[in-house]
């Protein structure tokens, strides 16, 4: 489904990433994980076509055609999602507006009729009580005021909605607490399949207990320096990151 | 040779042609109030970049090389339909003029309601000119009021709408100018004159269109009267074509628990001014001033506004927000007065500007002359490029960059609309709103 070749990224000059190779077969779920400065929100910005996240070297394909040349707006046409470990407040837009206007963008890029109003609200409606949230958060602007786990939760719903190929969440455990966690990791879980596949990028193993990696990787000063099962998580629990980049070194 | 419009000279020549004949000539107040007006003007002239508060506004070189037939004179084409701010089914009241003239085929006056007069200035000057005596504010001495006083001496039609006591006049009162509608430039000077008496409540839609690009001039005075316990809201809309010069200036007077609420949208001409000077007479008073601008190519819109408190207890609060595209211009200054008496004056003062382009600018100046010592009042400005990280956040989403762009335009300054009491009235101006956001690049 995803594959990063040999990827460098610069930003501002300086280079972050600095060679990563990673491959994600179609429905698994990989892990990365990393001490803060490593590279991780970079690689997810990257990956999702911000400005100023520069790609000096390497190419990534997802089902083979090359990200890189395409704006963020086509990248979310081809099916990458980013989960954002900041999502955006945007006052006085509503939730719904927003979502119906995501909706119908992705929609018409892969050349499917929009949707009408009374199509996505039912779809809308669906994927709410999905999740548990309450109707509420559609009428409410985007992210405005909202908690660090609605946040969160708003994310998911977006992925649910935009039904990605590939989701990157990115620091999705951050600022929540156990109950939201375990909510957001419900959601994440209902959207595991076999057509979509996931990188969850994190610094703690908490998150990894409640959405179960396929594979995990750390990463250090940009690159990925050992790879295994999700019994990696737990040796960098109890260990740290300092033994493991120590003796990988 | 082209003859610059608005110059001292030419406004004398054409004083001497037409003073008899305006409307209501012979009419001894009249006669003076329109001298004193002339008198002004002849001793001011065209404001220029030299006083205060034309510095961002240059009107005398928007006007160079411009020439204009005077209202009266000028030859107009038939119009088959007039744009409306209000649902198709509503009840109307309404006033049409076409470049600055009564157009009694457009307008709708009957079945008046018991209690309000609504009738073109030009009938009233004819039939009962003393309701207009006492109605009429004249400019201050001050030569940045020196296009009221070519007002006060020029004009020749307009409206007066006048609410009797205790009146609720729920159906909304449209007056509709329409520029363009003649092969010639036309330049017009006209009045509304709005009073609204006490406990009466009222709202007016004033409404500036243009057939085509709309090359005319209009000089606009409102004098807004809101007597105690009364209430006005009022809506502003001006659309006019790129090429046309829009100027008004509103006098508002308020007095004990009154109210009065405004929107002014402003999308049209290539320049337009728009002052307002609004006096809070009575406790409890309040007032309301919003705007939006969204204006590009070479557009300049300016709104330069006064609020005075001169008693304890009012309020005021004034937001205006706007977009600039291309090469456009925005002006806002806004002052706030608290007189020394005004104590527990409530005044608060917002302008945010969105430039969409490098070469967009505006110049904003809020100011604050406090001279009362137990006063709650604040002003802020902001103005910036639209935030790059919802743009990438609304862009990881799928929606395009042009799509994102006015998404949060419109959500920036839907705002205002959404905010503004009149529901019936909201639907078009979001439409205006979207229709504004098609053209941007």
């Given at each position: 489904m995803l594959e990063i070749k040999n990827l460098h990224a610069t930003v501002d000059g300086t280079e972050i990433l600095k060679g990563i190779d990673l491959s994600i077969g179609a429905g698994e779920v990989h892990a990365i994980m990393g001490p803060n400065g490593s590279g991780k929100s970079t690689l997810s910005y990257v990956l999702s076509g911000r400005d100023g996240y520069e790609v000096t070297e390497g190419e990534v394909l997802l089902k083979g055609q090359n990200l890189l040349d395409l704006a963020p707006e086509e990248r979310a046409a081809a099916g990458v999602f980013l989960a954002f470990q900041y999502p955006v407040e945007i006052p006085g837009v509503p939730n719904t507006t927003f979502l119906k206007e995501a909706v119908n963008a992705v929609r018409k890029s892969r050349g499917e009729s929009a949707l009408d109003a009374m199509q996505f609200l039912k779809v809308l409606r669906a994927k709410v009580k999905e999740l548990g949230m309450s109707d509420e958060y559609l009428k409410r602007a985007v992210?405005?005021?909202?908690?660090?786990?609605?946040?969160?939760?708003?994310?998911?719903?977006?992925?649910?909605?935009?039904?990605?190929?590939?989701?990157?969440?990115?620091?999705?455990?951050?600022?929540?607490?156990?109950?939201?966690?375990?909510?957001?990791?419900?959601?994440?879980?209902?959207l595991r399949g076999p057509e979509r596949s996931m990188l969850v990028i994190t610094h703690y193993q908490r998150l990894l207990d409640y959405i179960v990696p396929d594979r995990v990787h750390v990463l250090s000063q940009g690159r990925i320096i050992r790879s295994g099962g999700p019994e990696l998580a737990k040796e960098l629990e109890a260990k740290g990151y300092a033994d493991i980049i120590e003796a990988a070194a | 040779m082209a003859t610059e419009a608005l110059t001292v000279?030419?406004?004398?020549?054409?004083?001497?042609?037409?003073?008899?004949?305006?409307?209501?000539?012979?009419?001894?107040?009249?006669?003076?109030?329109?001298?004193?007006?002339?008198?002004?003007?002849?001793?001011?002239?065209l404001p220029g970049p030299r006083l205060e508060s034309w510095k961002y506004t240059n009107l005398?070189?928007?006007?160079?090389?411009?020439?204009?037939?005077?209202?009266?004179?000028?030859?107009?084409?038939?119009?088959?339909?007039?744009?409306?701010?209000?649902?198709?089914?509503?009840?109307?009241?309404?006033?049409?003029?076409?470049?600055?003239?009564?157009?009694?085929?457009h307008s709708q006056l009957a079945d008046l309601p018991e209690g309000v007069t609504l009738a073109p200035l030009s009938r009233v000057l004819r039939d009962a000119p003393q309701r207009l005596e006492g109605l009429l504010q004249a400019a201050d001495y001050d030569r940045e009021r020196a296009l009221q006083a070519l007002n006060d001496a020029l004009f020749d039609e307009g409206l007066l709408l006048s609410v009797s006591s205790g009146i609720q006049l729920d159906t909304p009162v449209e007056v509709i100018f329409v520029g363009g509608t003649s092969d010639e430039a036309v330049e017009s000077h006209q009045r509304l004159v709005v009073s609204i008496g006490r406990g009466a409540e009222a709202t007016l839609v004033e409404h500036h269109q243009s057939v085509g690009s709309g090359n005319g001039l209009l000089n606009l005075v409102s004098d807004i009267h809101v007597a105690a316990g009364a209430g006005l809201t009022h809506l502003r809309v001006q659309e006019t074509g790129d090429e046309s010069v829009h100027l008004a200036g509103t006098h508002l007077q308020l007095e004990r628990d009154a109210r009065y609420r405004s929107l002014a949208f402003t999308s049209g001409a290539a320049l337009s001014r728009h002052e307002i000077d609004a006096t809070l007479l009575g406790e409890n008073a309040d007032v309301t001033l919003d705007g939006a601008y969204l204006l590009r190519g070479r557009q300049h819109g300016d709104t330069t506004s006064v609020i005075r408190h001169t008693v304890p207890h009012t309020s005021a609060r004034q937001t205006y927000k706007g977009a600039l595209d291309d090469r456009a211009r925005g002006v806002f200054q806004g002052r706030i007065v608290v007189e020394q008496d005004a104590q527990k004056t409530d005044g608060r003062m917002l302008n945010k500007t969105l430039l969409l382009s490098e070469k967009a600018e505006i110049d904003?100046?809020?100011?604050?002359?406090?001279?009362?010592?137990?006063?709650?009042?604040?002003?802020?400005?902001?103005a910036g490029e639209l935030d790059a990280d919802a743009l990438f956040y609304l862009r990881s989403r799928g929606l395009s960059q042009e799509g994102a762009r006015a998404l949060l335009v419109e959500a920036f300054v839907a705002e205002l609309i959404e905010d503004f009491p009149v529901e019936a009235l909201r639907p078009a101006l979001l439409e205006r709103l979207q229709h504004w956001l098609l053209g941007t690049s």
């Amino acid at each position: 489904m995803l594959e990063i070749k040999n990827l460098h990224a610069t930003v501002d000059g300086t280079e972050i990433l600095k060679g990563i190779d990673l491959s994600i077969g179609a429905g698994e779920v990989h892990a990365i994980m990393g001490p803060n400065g490593s590279g991780k929100s970079t690689l997810s910005y990257v990956l999702s076509g911000r400005d100023g996240y520069e790609v000096t070297e390497g190419e990534v394909l997802l089902k083979g055609q090359n990200l890189l040349d395409l704006a963020p707006e086509e990248r979310a046409a081809a099916g990458v999602f980013l989960a954002f470990q900041y999502p955006v407040e945007i006052p006085g837009v509503p939730n719904t507006t927003f979502l119906k206007e995501a909706v119908n963008a992705v929609r018409k890029s892969r050349g499917e009729s929009a949707l009408d109003a009374m199509q996505f609200l039912k779809v809308l409606r669906a994927k709410v009580k999905e999740l548990g949230m309450s109707d509420e958060y559609l009428k409410r602007a985007v992210n405005a005021g909202f908690s660090g786990g609605e946040k969160k939760r708003n994310e998911v719903l977006q992925m649910a909605m935009l039904e990605p190929a590939l989701a990157v969440l990115d620091e999705t455990d951050s600022g929540l607490d156990i109950d939201a966690l375990k909510a957001v990791a419900d959601g994440v879980n209902a959207l595991r399949g076999p057509e979509r596949s996931m990188l969850v990028i994190t610094h703690y193993q908490r998150l990894l207990d409640y959405i179960v990696p396929d594979r995990v990787h750390v990463l250090s000063q940009g690159r990925i320096i050992r790879s295994g099962g999700p019994e990696l998580a737990k040796e960098l629990e109890a260990k740290g990151y300092a033994d493991i980049i120590e003796a990988a070194a | 040779m082209a003859t610059e419009a608005l110059t001292v000279s030419e406004i004398e020549g054409r004083w001497r042609d037409l003073a008899g004949t305006l409307p209501g000539a012979g009419i001894d107040w009249l006669d003076d109030f329109r001298a004193q007006g002339l008198e002004q003007f002849r001793a001011s002239g065209l404001p220029g970049p030299r006083l205060e508060s034309w510095k961002y506004t240059n009107l005398p070189r928007a006007l160079r090389d411009r020439s204009y037939t005077p209202a009266a004179t000028a030859q107009r084409t038939s119009l088959d339909r007039v744009a409306s701010l209000l649902p198709a089914e509503s009840t109307r009241l309404r006033l049409v003029f076409l470049d600055g003239r009564f157009s009694a085929e457009h307008s709708q006056l009957a079945d008046l309601p018991e209690g309000v007069t609504l009738a073109p200035l030009s009938r009233v000057l004819r039939d009962a000119p003393q309701r207009l005596e006492g109605l009429l504010q004249a400019a201050d001495y001050d030569r940045e009021r020196a296009l009221q006083a070519l007002n006060d001496a020029l004009f020749d039609e307009g409206l007066l709408l006048s609410v009797s006591s205790g009146i609720q006049l729920d159906t909304p009162v449209e007056v509709i100018f329409v520029g363009g509608t003649s092969d010639e430039a036309v330049e017009s000077h006209q009045r509304l004159v709005v009073s609204i008496g006490r406990g009466a409540e009222a709202t007016l839609v004033e409404h500036h269109q243009s057939v085509g690009s709309g090359n005319g001039l209009l000089n606009l005075v409102s004098d807004i009267h809101v007597a105690a316990g009364a209430g006005l809201t009022h809506l502003r809309v001006q659309e006019t074509g790129d090429e046309s010069v829009h100027l008004a200036g509103t006098h508002l007077q308020l007095e004990r628990d009154a109210r009065y609420r405004s929107l002014a949208f402003t999308s049209g001409a290539a320049l337009s001014r728009h002052e307002i000077d609004a006096t809070l007479l009575g406790e409890n008073a309040d007032v309301t001033l919003d705007g939006a601008y969204l204006l590009r190519g070479r557009q300049h819109g300016d709104t330069t506004s006064v609020i005075r408190h001169t008693v304890p207890h009012t309020s005021a609060r004034q937001t205006y927000k706007g977009a600039l595209d291309d090469r456009a211009r925005g002006v806002f200054q806004g002052r706030i007065v608290v007189e020394q008496d005004a104590q527990k004056t409530d005044g608060r003062m917002l302008n945010k500007t969105l430039l969409l382009s490098e070469k967009a600018e505006i110049d904003s100046k809020p100011e604050l002359e406090i001279f009362a010592d137990d006063v709650q009042c604040a002003h802020g400005a902001t103005a910036g490029e639209l935030d790059a990280d919802a743009l990438f956040y609304l862009r990881s989403r799928g929606l395009s960059q042009e799509g994102a762009r006015a998404l949060l335009v419109e959500a920036f300054v839907a705002e205002l609309i959404e905010d503004f009491p009149v529901e019936a009235l909201r639907p078009a101006l979001l439409e205006r709103l979207q229709h504004w956001l098609l053209g941007t690049s």
